[in-house]
């Protein structure tokens, strides 16, 4: 019987060290779980691409990604309509402190498609962290900074209406078909290597040209030089590319 009080007390005792321990973690946050790291900041411009049909120069945009960070960042570029539009190098990777422009060309330039809004979402990763943004585009009639007569034959349109209805009608996010074809250093290394070949063999003379310079099993087929000529026409596409 004289034991009794002496487990209510060390009971009381170890729920009121239960309750000061739950508030003192309420109090610092230190709940042991793991908050999930913040979001990468992106700094992509500009946020809106418009092109306009009848102004050839505005269907060639320029996103700028800009990378103040002290570490590398690999990207990637995806887009509800890949098949309207045509990213050059949708996928690669940005130096610390320095930007990369992405040209954005839009391939399906027709009155049916005036009004229609795409959406544009870049992945960014570096430094342990991911991070996206995303930037609309949108194909307008006429020219940039006036009017056209086209205009008026387009029903007029809520914007925060139609930015719902685009949302919730869009489909996935695609990735855009690889137009890179040197994605790697070991890939530009083969390509220039390839390539100074190819200007070597159209350097030699012909099997019909008589050379005192040049020895005899050097000498090559027009053949020959049509096929390096062709290589190098391919490299060089990949090249401006």
């Known amino acids: 019987m004289q034991g009794q009080p002496i487990k209510r007390q060390d009971s009381e005792g170890s729920g009121r060290s239960g309750s000061e321990g739950r508030r003192r973690q309420r109090e610092t ?7 999930p790291p913040s979001p990468l900041p992106v700094f992509l411009f500009p946020t809106e691409l418009l092109f306009y049909a009848a102004q050839r120069s505005s269907h060639r945009r320029v996103l700028t990604l800009y990378n103040p960070y002290s570490f590398n960042l690999s990207f990637k570029m995806l887009c509800t309509a890949p098949s309207l539009y045509r990213v050059v190098d949708a996928e690669g990777s ?10 954005v060309r839009h391939q399906e330039v027709s009155l049916r498609h005036c009004g229609r809004r795409d959406c544009f979402r870049l992945e960014v990763s570096g430094g342990g962290q991911r991070g996206s943004r995303e930037v609309w585009a949108e194909l307008k009639p006429g020219e940039e900074g006036g009017g056209g007569e086209n205009v008026a034959l387009l029903p007029s349109r809520t914007p925060g209406l139609q930015d719902r209805n685009t949302v919730q009608t ?21 390509c220039v290597v390839l390539g100074v070949a190819c200007v070597t063999v159209l350097m ?6 008589p050379s005192s310079m040049v020895p005899s099993y050097a000498h090559v087929t027009v053949n020959h030089k049509l096929v390096c000529a062709y290589i190098l026409g391919l490299l060089t596409m990949a090249f401006l590319r």
Not at 94 to 103: E, F, I, N, P, Q
């Open 170 to 190: 869009q489909p996935g996010f695609l990735q855009f078909p690889g137009y890179t074809a040197m994605q790697s250093p070991s890939q530009f290394a083969v």
């Open 29 to 35: 946050g230190e709940t042991g779980e793991t908050t």
């Open 204 to 209: 030699f003379p012909l099997h019909s040209e």
């Open 94 to 103: 940005v130096r610390a402190k320095s930007c990369v422009d992405l040209v």
